[in-house]
Structure formats: structure tokens, C-alpha cells
């Protein structure tokens, strides 16, 4: 990321660019040009709020077999525009394929450095109980509305709110699976900053359950040596040790052998596991402790109502 100037989303502008006249590109090709084939997704995202459609020739950008796809200025022009280049297309398919593809994007791979960061930063990751009374809990979350974002903490004492406050940011890093604290780190920072430190934070997202070990609540923790745990909606990766029910409300999550989480139904009006894991200097046992203690619903009331302000923050600048 050090070689990248600017924003992650404007290096990928450039990206494009290097896609010449009379030849194509897909969107797996400028994925691994990031420097991962999961970014795919993100591609085809970026591609679509592209503000400069044809400074950054997007239309150039097609699916890994050749048709067409889609172009935020309709496909009859997407096809006038590369018909002028050169490119012809039969039936939605560019012809000749395989022989006008272009590969050759020269530049970093920046999700490479960013994979070797997360390993690097791993080590730092302390997954047992090493904090001071936890009096306070802080619940941060971020809601996305065109190219900001809007980052939400409430802080709890005793199960009553004493605090609630909004960031907004812009976005400049896109959603990518595994690599969600580049995306939302800048703003939760600058949140936390503006209140000062909690005694832990309940963070909307994965702490140790990472294919890096390194999810949001980890890689928050490390960067700001605070206790976090992380509170996620979905399984990333791994699996239940055990099945889980309403006899049985929680189970370990295995991950190459390792328990690296827990599932567990928060409420009796539950009818999905949450997905609790340490995050730093925070146990998984006392994290799932906090998560019951603070749980009236499926998502623990800090995270839960810091949801509601961001999406109200959102909205608000919507209108």
C-alpha cells in the first residue's frame, strides 16, 4: 500500500486506464492485477461509480468469457464505444476474444502488501483477557451512502447509554472479503479519537475469526492497543463444532483445527447464531460474556443501536 499514492479506488482508475485502444480487459484480470481474484466483486462495483467513464475507459471492461456486461451509460453504448475502437461484437460477445485481451497491467498488487500486513500485524494480536475493569463498552458500526462513510459508536454503563456520537468519512477503499478494516478502520479511528478510550469496544465485524487472523476488531485493537471483540451477523470461515439450537444455544468455531470463535443465539427470539471472537486483549469466553450481558435481541445493544445512528446519519444526508 506504501507505493499506492492516493486513494485505493483511484489506483484502480489507473489500472484501467492502462487498458489500450482496441483491446479488452475483464474483470478477473484487473482483480489479480489488485493482487487477489476476490476482488472481483469489488471490480465490477468500482467499475459502475466510475465519475470519469471515459477518461477511465471503463467500457473496455467485459466478463471472463467475452460478453458484453453491463456499462453505466447503457450497453448500446458500450458497444458504439468499443465498435469505434476497433472491437467488434457479435450477438452481446467481442470477437476474437482471447487474442485482444489484455493482461499486461504493470504497477503494484496492492492487496498482496495488504495480505502481508495482516500476517505481519497478527503477531501484535493479544487473544486472552488483558485489560483493566471494564466499566464502559463502546459499540461502533459503519452505513455506506454513495462515497462516505458513516461510522456510529454509542458507550454503555450499566446497561444505560451515556454516550453517542457520528463520524463521517469518505470511502476509499471498496468492500473485498477479508480485507473489511481497510475499508472501515479510517473512520472508527477518528470516531474513538473523538471520544477518547472506553474500556472495550464491541466492533460490527470479526476479531480473530479472519483467514489472517486479523479481522476488523483485531486489526482496531492493535492500531489503537485497546480492547475489542468482535461481534459478526454472518460466518466468514470455518465451521461449528457443534449443531446449534435453542437446548443447545452455543458451540465453538473450528478453523484448521483451531477454535478461533463462537456461534451463539443471543436471544430466546433469535433464530440465527451471531458470531462472537476475540479481537485484542479481550478472551473469546469474556467476549461472549459481554455479548449476554448485553443482549435484548439478536445484536448486543451497543452495536445494535450504534446501527440505527448510522443509518439515521446516512439517511439524513440523503434527504
Known sequence: MKEIQGSFVEYFY???QQIPRGRVSSY????RALGDIRAARAVGTMLNQNPRPIEV???RVVMSDGSIGGFGMGVDKKVELL???GVHVHD?????FEEILFEGFQGPRPLIDIREEQVELKGDVVSKDAHGEIETICGVDVSYGDDRAYGAMTVWDEGEKIHESVVCDEITFPYIPSYLSYRELPVLVKLIKKYGEP???MVDGNGTLHPRGLGLASHLGVVMDIPTMGVAKSLLLGSLKETID???ISSPVILEGDVKGYALLSSSRAKNPI??????RVSHETAIDIVKENCTYKIPEPIRQAHILATKARKGDER
Open 14 to 16: 489507473r489500472l484501467v
Open 28 to 31: 478477473g484480470a484487473l482483480a
Open 57 to 59: 475507459p471503463c467500457h
Open 83 to 85: 465498435e469505434d475502437e
Open 92 to 96: 452481446g460477445v467481442v470477437d476474437d
Open 199 to 201: 474500556d472495550l469496544v
Open 246 to 248: 435453542h437446548d443447545n
Open 275 to 280: 458470531y462472537i471472537s476475540a479481537g485484542h
